[in-house]
């Protein structure tokens, strides 16, 4: 079908101690227990999840349209795992991904709990942004964190993500309406994909 991808894309990437790769339809079960592991920890950051989220039949039916959204090449959502690819330590999501004059995305992610504080975020994100960059040609990638959140800020400052404004009530998050700092970080390198 016109502008559609045929196979949703296997991307493996890796770093020092992580697997970063997209995921695929048999992580239910591994997504299920990250949030779970984490869902009181990950409250304050992310919007209201329902109970599927911490069980594998409610991934299954989630990964079904993030597998077509791969195909498509309208979002790239990463798992950031161990070594031996046996936990999932995190999630990185490259999400909105526009093409034409645009080529740019938005990009959200997370951390379990026991593996703050020790550059998996930065490690992961660095290699993760660089395929977003020079393999799937994306000029811009923006990123916003609510103000209160200076984790997250030191991060996107260290990335090289800039500041752009601040938006009111930005995000549902956590059942309220957040203000959030906007940042985007463009690459000075960009080329436009020359295979079609």
């Not at 890796?14 to 990950?42: M, S």
């Not at 504080?117 to 977003?132: D, P, V, W």
């Not at 984790?151 to 500041?163: H, V, W």
Request: with cysteine; glycine share 8%.
């Amino acid at each position: 079908m016109f502008g559609y991808r045929s196979a949703a894309p296997k991307v493996r990437l890796t770093t020092d101690r992580l697997v970063v790769r997209l995921v695929h339809e048999r992580d239910a079960w591994r997504l299920a227990d990250y949030y779970a592991e984490n869902r009181v920890f990950l409250k304050p950051w992310e919007p209201v999840r329902d109970e599927s989220h911490c069980y594998p039949s409610g991934w299954q039916a989630r990964l079904g349209l993030i597998t077509d959204m791969h195909k498509q090449g309208s979002a790239f959502y990463f798992i950031l795992m161990d070594a031996n690819e046996t936990e999932v330590r995190g999630v990185a999501n490259f999400s909105n991904v526009l093409r034409g004059s645009f080529h740019a995305c938005y990009l959200g992610y997370s951390l379990g709990k026991k593996w703050q504080g020790q550059g998996f975020m930065f490690e992961a994100l660095q290699t993760a942004i660089r395929y977003m960059q020079r393999q799937q040609h994306i000029h811009r990638i923006m990123a916003n964190y609510m103000p209160h959140n200076q984790r997250s800020g030191d991060l996107l400052a260290r990335l090289g993500f800039e500041k752009e404004g601040y938006a009111k009530n930005y995000l549902l998050i956590d059942g309220r309406w957040q203000d959030h700092v906007l940042t985007a970080l463009t690459s000075t390198e960009w080329t436009p994909d020359r295979r079609g």
